[in-house]
């Protein structure tokens, strides 16, 4: 089992940045990847962003390429999103994930709030 804990959200202007944070514990040794996904009011979960958790390979969501940044600290067992030049399209709750591999996302965070005002 991993549990994993985000924060970091809030209210913020557009233009403006925020960077949330996701403290993981549990069986971490065993993450292959974790990443952040998010969902809007009326829409379905959407991926934002993934890093692999013993190597630095990332792949990003075409709307957030050049704006959004994942990082991980693999000593604090937390993984980071850092967010610049945020939209109000970008209004939703973030979400924590974590997989051991084959691409299944078994772990989730509870979310945490993100809105953009205009």
């Known amino acids: 089992q991993v549990q994993l804990v985000e924060s970091g959200g809030g209210l913020v202007q557009a233009g403006g940045s925020l960077r949330l944070s996701c403290a993981a514990s549990?069986?971490?040794?065993?993450?292959?990847?974790m990443g952040w996904f998010r969902q809007a009011p009326g829409k379905g979960r959407e991926f934002v962003t993934a890093?692999?958790?013993?190597?630095?390979?990332?792949n990003y969501a075409d709307s957030v390429k050049g704006r959004f940044t994942i990082s991980r600290d693999n000593a604090k067992n937390t993984l980071y999103l850092q967010m610049n030049n945020l939209k109000p399209e970008d209004t939703a709750v973030y979400y924590c994930?974590?997989?051991?591999?084959?691409?299944?996302?078994?772990?989730w965070g509870q979310g945490t709030q993100v809105t953009v005002s205009s």
């Open positions: 890093i692999t958790w013993g190597g630095d390979r990332t």
């Open positions: 994930a974590a997989q051991f591999g084959s691409n299944v996302w078994s772990y």
């Open positions: 549990g069986r971490t040794f065993s993450v292959y990847a």
